[in-house]
């Protein structure tokens, strides 16, 4: 087992200038691993998109590696994912976006998350003897860190931006051995000056939309 640890972490967003323009996907097959058919500028190997797509829901809101792009065919490979249990897209209403995760953060600390824990639903009828419930959701994830409160670092300024605005953020956070975690999230940047021991330091967190992408490196 390879412990990791929150040392030497790279933590990146894409600014509103980082999101590429929509293209349309018209199509996700359920396999290991899942082929995209996209309309538009083919992406590279290695590049990073998110979707926001119908029907789909497992893949939606979500940042994906592209993997084996075929631009002749004009589709590529979800890196690492395995859709085989996934629901049907629907064409209609679906998008993907080129992603450039342009602005590094360089001022955060005390790391913390949240969410993540089943939402359960009772199912017991009068027949059983015990208690029994489902799974019907999960509680939104987050992540939070203390940041030093400088307003004219440039990340702050745009997580600030994201947060006036409302408007979700992709992310990634790149471990010392670079392994990495994506989502897209709302940032809450108000910009407040607290403290932290005696430092003068600003809360910076985030709301993921949906779960996260790993990759292990």
Known sequence: MSYKFWTNVGVSMASAAGIGSAQAVSAITKASPPVLTYVGTDPANGDYVLLRVAGMTQANARIFR???????????ELEGQ???????LVASGSYMYPL???TSFSTLSEPSASGGD?????TTLIHDAVDTEAVVSATAQGY???SVWDPSNAAL???NKAFVTRTPRPMMIVFSDATRFLFSGYISAPMAPTVSGRKVSTPVTTRLEATGTYYAT
């Open 66 to 76: 592209v993997a084996n792009v075929n631009t002749g065919a004009n589709t590529f």
């Open 82 to 88: 395995d859709s085989t249990l996934w629901s049907t």
């Open 100 to 102: 450039s995760f342009n």
């Open 118 to 122: 089943p939402v359960l639903e009772d």
């Open 144 to 146: 939070g860190f203390t």
């Open 157 to 159: 300024i745009e997580a």
